[in-house]
């Protein structure tokens, strides 16, 4: 339906920044709502943030709040985690996803590593 591909991650120091890009191809990534998850090794995936179709509306995880944001750019057909203030615990494989409202996520790509060090 979209394929997305992320990239971006990396190794970065505690608090440090790095920003994650999605680029979708396929179909329009306007057409869908969009979301970041993460997933380290041994844990759930879990959801770190979500924006609407238009970016009017985004949500984070409690975790994330306030030193993350997720942006999309449909122009660009891109959407976007800029990570502020990175912690250890932040370690991660970055996961983007689409979904069509009022539906399941059930578009991902293959994700892009993000390490943080004390």
């Known amino acids: 339906q979209v394929q997305l591909v992320e990239s971006g991650g990396g190794v970065v120091q505690a608090g440090g920044s790095l920003r994650l890009s999605c680029a979708a191809s396929?179909?329009?990534?306007?057409?869908?709502?969009m979301g970041w998850f993460r997933q380290a090794p041994g844990k759930e995936r879990e959801s770190v943030a979500t924006?609407?179709?238009?970016?009017?509306?985004?949500h984070y995880a409690d975790s994330v709040k306030g030193r993350f944001t997720i942006s999309r750019d449909n122009a660009k057909n891109t959407v976007y985690l800029q990570m502020n203030s990175l912690k250890p615990e932040d370690t991660a494989r970055y996961i983007c996803?689409?979904?069509?409202?009022?539906?399941?996520?059930?578009?991902w790509g293959q994700g892009t590593q993000v390490t943080v060090s004390s």
């Open positions: 996803a689409g979904r069509r409202e009022p539906g399941k996520y059930d578009n």
């Open positions: 396929g179909r329009t990534v306007s057409s869908y709502a």
């Open positions: 924006i609407s179709t238009t970016g009017s509306t985004t």
